[in-house]
């Protein structure tokens, strides 16, 4: 008989330890954390920041 390791994942919203295996609302620990994070995205709490460099400017490039 082969034993079954239980994976256990922090939920991303509120950091509550959690079974991610038969979690309905994985990997969120309920239902609750789950909108939560649905509103995040909803109004683009959830951004990714862009480097800004002196060289990416646009000028002298595309040939001019």
């Known amino acids: 008989m082969e034993l079954k390791k239980i994976r256990i994942v922090a939920c991303p919203v509120c950091k509550k330890m959690v ?3 038969n979690n309905p609302y994985r990997p969120f ?8 994070d649905l509103i995040h995205w909803s109004d683009e709490s959830y951004k990714i920041a862009k480097e800004e460099h002196d060289d990416d400017s646009g000028a002298g490039h595309h040939g001019q």
Request: hydrophobic fraction near 10%; charge should be positive; charged fraction near 25%.
């Open 29 to 36: 620990c309920s239902r609750g954390c789950k909108g939560v």
């Open 19 to 21: 079974s991610y295996e």
